[in-house]
């Protein structure tokens, strides 16, 4: 029998700025940090203590759901069509610059989304963050050569790369099982041991530091959600007319000794990319969408409890202005 839905007030924002350290050689989203998360309070805890923060995760009771990185004190810009956004027609090199305003300044948050396109910005010059490829070949460790059985056989890494003094804001929720003191040290912890691919000549380095929640807008008079990080919402009902996203595929791939072992990869899930609007059909006052994917080998035939993070922290946004009343 599931477990019954927890209220709104079980969990706690937590806002953490992000600053990056070294290159990443796996994009930082917050369903793979979130996946890395879990592998850290294994190795931390035990099996039995990520068991028990993993309890009711399936029935709508995540221990903790991620944000994917943004601009520091900057919300994304929705998948919108242009004129849900306020902009007016205009021609293609208009269209293109626009395309590049993809942040709305946190002081804006509480405006209804037509009035988005005439703040959202650019990110700054030194906020910038590029991806390029960088090779590699293989070696022949006997002779160290790359002659020999394995031939010259040059491969690309790609690698994600950000500016110096870089800040990004994470946003997390998290019940009462893991504090916020315990969730911070553990993202500090695999800031400093790296994440993601090639952690262990130096990648996906950072460090941590605890922000003040901005003030958010509230459920009250915004039916609407914008999700902050990729989700599962098929399993929830939308009005379809008023609901936008991107979808994302993601390929998953275990770390540690799994990747050794043969069977790395997950199976593929159907996803909404993070800045997806949703809107609910019946009310809902959560800070989250979606659901608890994986377990009983539905995601990895090689570890089968595995989970993924198919939550995504939203906030409460509205296409206009509340009527007022006569």
Known sequence: MPSPVAPAAAWQWLRLRLLPDSAFATALRGDTLFGQLCWYLRESLGEAGLNALLAGYHDQRPFAVISDPMLADHLPRPHLPEHRLGFAAA????????????????????Q???EWGA???????????????QMHNSINRQTLTTGGDDAFA??????????????????LLHDKRLSAAQLTDALRAIG???????????????????????ELPTPDGNPLRLTL??????????????????????????????VVQGHPFKNPLLL??????LAPVTPDNRPFVGQ???????????LPQTVHQGYAPVIPVRFHHKAQPQ
Not at 195 to 214: E, V, W
Not at 293 to 302: D, F, I, V
């Open 229 to 258: 990080a990729p989700c599962a919402p098929q399993q929830g009902h939308w009005h379809s007319a008023d609901s936008f996203f991107s979808p994302l595929v993601r390929v998953g791939r275990h770390g540690a000794a799994l």
């Open 272 to 277: 909404a990319d993070s800045a997806a609007v």
């Open 112 to 114: 209804p989304l037509a």
């Open 119 to 133: 703040h959202l910005t650019a990110a700054p010059e030194h906020h910038q963050h590029r991806s390029d490829v």
């Open 192 to 214: 400093l041991l790296g994440y993601g691919k090639d952690a262990s000549i130096g990648k996906g380095r950072f460090h941590l530091t605890p922000q003040p929640m901005p």
């Open 292 to 302: 608890g994917l994986g377990g009983n080998g539905r995601l990895s035939t090689a």
């Open 154 to 171: 040059p491969f690309g890494s790609e690698q994600h790369w950000f500016d110096v003094d870089t800040a990004w804001d994470l946003y």
């Open 91 to 110: 021609d293609a090199r208009a269209r293109k610059q626009r395309k590049q305003q993809c942040w709305l300044p946190l002081a804006f948050a509480h």
